[in-house]
Nanobody, 125 residues
Framework: QVQLVESGGGLVQAGVSLRLSCAASGRTFSSYAMGWFRQAPGKERKFVAAIDKSGGSTGYADSVKGRFTISRDNTKNTVYLQMNSLKPEDTAVYYC??????????????????WGQGTQVTVSS
């Protein structure tokens, strides 16, 4: 079992930055591909960003490309999502996810094995 705990969400004004963290349990974090997804009220959960197990390859949704950066620290079992130039449309619950096998990054919900409980990000205009 892998436990994922997100933190760093909050209520912010448009234009500012926020960094989300996701701490993972387990001794083999460096073998997990990780991803961030978000779900706005009344909408489906959608892909935001993903990173392969080494941190050498990343992918982003078009809506966040150039504003968000995913990174990981395998010594701390943590993956981060740096969010800059936040917009009201970024308001959502943000979830991190882990996939325990594979060599690339993954962008689909059903490709992940474990999920965190989510952290709320609210961006006011």
């Amino acid at each position: 079992q892998v436990q994922l705990v997100e933190s760093g969400g909050g209520l912010v004004q448009a234009g500012v930055s926020l960094r989300l963290s996701c701490a993972a349990s387990g001794r083999t974090f460096s073998s997990y591909a990780m991803g961030w997804f978000r779900q706005a009220p009344g909408k489906e959960r959608k892909f935001v960003a993903a990173i392969d197990k080494s941190g050498g390859s990343t992918g982003y949704a078009d809506s966040v490309k150039g504003r968000f950066t995913i990174s990981r620290d395998n010594t701390k079992n943590t993956v981060y999502l740096q969010m800059n130039s936040l917009k009201p449309e970024d308001t959502a619950v943000y979830y991190c996810a882990a996939r325990t096998r594979g060599y690339v990054y993954y962008t689909k919900i059903n490709e992940y094995d474990y999920w965190g409980q989510g952290t709320q990000v609210t961006v006011s205009s």
